[in-house]
Structure formats: C-alpha cells, structure tokens
Nanobody, 120 residues
Framework: QVQLVESGGGLVRAGGSLRLSCAAS????????MGWFRQAPGKEREFVTG????????SYADSVKGRFTISRDNAKNTVYLQMNSLKPEDTAVYYC?????????????WGQGTQVTVSS
C-alpha cells in the first residue's frame, strides 16, 4: 500500500513559478517510477512528466518541456515538480502517481490532487 499526498498548489500569475511536492508513505517508494498528471475542467487527465526509480531518467509532455522539472529525493520519499513560466493553460488539478515496482508507467497509486490556477 502506498499513500501519496500532494502539496504546493495555489494561485499564481502567468509567468510565475510553483513547486509541487508529493510525499509518499508505504512500501518500496525508491523502487517505483513516479509521475505527475493533470486534469483541467472538462478535459481528460493527461500525463505531464515522469521519473524513474533512481532519478536518472525523466520524460515530459511536449507542452511542458523546458518549463517544468521533475525530481525526487528517495531519502525523503518525496517527488517534486518545479513549474516555471506558468501559463493560464497550465491551470488544472495536478496528481502524483506511483508506478508498480520495476515498471515505468504502470501507475497503481494516485494522490488526491492539488489545484494549480494560473491567472492571465
């Protein structure tokens, strides 16, 4: 069982920055790839970025490349999402997800989400 709790969301003006955190409890965090997803009103949940168990490999959606950075601290059981140059279209609920151990994107645990609102 893995519990994920996101924090750091809020209201920011376009061009600003936010840093999201996802604290994990439970087993085998350091053996799990982690990801961030987002869901805007009226839209489907979409992949934002992912990171492998060690932090040596990452992937990003084209829409956030060069602006967002994912990282993790296995000693703290935490994954981060640094979001810079935010745009109104980044407004969404952001979810943290944990993949099954040994897999890259078989996400089986999800957080409750944190709201990010970017004003123009």
């Amino acid at each position: 069982q893995v519990q994920l709790v996101e924090s750091g969301g809020g209201l920011v003006r376009a061009g600003g920055s936010l840093r999201l955190s996802c604290a994990a409890s439970g087993r085998a965090f350091s053996s799990r790839a982690m990801g961030w997803f987002r869901q805007a009103p009226g839209k489907e949940r979409e992949f934002v970025t992912g990171i492998n168990w060690s932090g040596s490999s990452t992937s990003y959606a084209d829409s956030v490349k060069g602006r967002f950075t994912i990282s993790r601290d296995n000693a703290k059981n935490t994954v981060y999402l640094q979001m810079n140059s935010l745009k109104p279209e980044d407004t969404a609920v952001y979810y943290c997800a944990a993949s099954k151990p040994g897999t890259w994107s078989a996400y089986d645990y999800w957080g409750q989400g944190t709201q990010v609102t970017v004003s123009s």
